[in-house]
Structures are given as structure tokens and as C-alpha cells.
């Protein structure tokens, strides 16, 4: 379980995110359901990363092209975080 300080580390990386990057949370929630997804089917991955690269969170060059778990970790962390940032109203929808 995710201590305290890690929740208030991950909250940090979705408001950067949102701010720093120009994605709205919507868009964070999607990409964090497409990491789901491709945890369950794998030939899910290169829409997820297409989907990375469209949103302008990732440089094609800089994606390796074998599953890189640790990317789709962060990302479902995100848009689980997001919806419930929204949902105790710590974000607007």
C-alpha cells in the first residue's frame, strides 16, 4: 500500500502534468484505462503508446518497442489518481 508521502508524490505528478504538459484530466483518465487494458491483452500496446506519442507526452524515438511495464504502471497510476482527485473534488472535471 502507498504511503502518504507517495500519494502526495503522484498527486504532484498529475497536477505537472495538467499544468506543465497541457493535458486535461480526461485525457489522463483515457491514457490510464488504455495502460489497464493493455496489462490484460498485450496487442494493446501500440495503440497506448501511439496514444502517448499523439498526446504529446513522449517522443516516438524515445518508446522502446518492447512493453515497457514500468510506463504502463505510471500511467494507470495516473488516471487512477486523477479520477479520484475529481472525485474528492481536488480537481476540476
Keep these: 500500500m502507498a504511503t502518504s508521502q507517495e500519494v ?18 480526461d485525457t489522463l483518465i483515457r491514457l490510464g484505462q488504455m495502460a489497464e ?5 498485450k496487442s494493446l500496446y ?6 502517448i506519442i499523439d498526446n504529446d507526452l513522449a517522443e516516438e524515438e524515445d518508446i522502446s518497442t518492447e512493453i515497457d511495464y514500468e510506463l504502463i504502471g505510471v500511467f494507470a497510476t495516473l488516471g487512477e489518481m ?6 474528492s473534488g481536488e480537481l476540476g472535471a
Design 82 to 87: 486523477t479520477r479520484q482527485m475529481i472525485a
Design 8 to 25: 502526495m508524490q503522484v498527486k504532484q505528478m498529475v497536477r505537472e502534468a495538467m499544468q506543465e504538459e497541457g493535458v486535461s484530466a
Design 46 to 51: 501500440p495503440q497506448f503508446i501511439q496514444a
Design 37 to 41: 487494458a493493455v496489462l490484460k491483452d
